[in-house]
Nanobody
């Protein structure tokens, strides 16, 4: 079981860039897949992006392709989500998540960080 702590959220203006961070404590990172999810008010939680620790392979939701970038820093045990050209529709609580790469269920979650994008 890993512990995840998000940071970097806040109020930004549309068109600005923002980078969210997820500090990971624990072990066996090489076999983990890390992900970002978000939940807007009154809406279901939705997948944003994921990255494999071992090979860096990424996958994005269609809504953020070309705008958001997920990355990881092995030395810092940190996963990032770079948000370029955020839109008001990107306003949500963003959650970091983790799972074993071979397991479908996301079993570790952070507390979330609020991102509010003004127009």
């Amino acid at each position: 079981q890993v512990q995840l702590v998000e940071s970097g959220g806040g109020l930004v203006q549309a068109g600005d860039s923002l980078r969210l961070s997820c500090a990971v404590s624990g072990r066996t990172f090489s076999s983990y897949t890390m992900g970002w999810f978000r939940q807007a008010p009154g809406k279901e939680r939705e997948f944003v992006a994921r990255i494999n620790w071992n090979d860096g392979r990424t996958y994005y939701a269609d809504s953020v392709k070309g705008r958001f970038t997920i990355s990881r820093d092995n030395a810092k045990n940190t996963v990032y989500l770079r948000m370029n050209s955020p839109r008001p529709a990107d306003t949500a609580v963003y959650y970091c998540a983790a799972r074993y790469s071979s397991i479908l269920r996301w079993d570790s979650w952070g507390q979330g960080t609020q991102v509010t994008v003004s127009s």
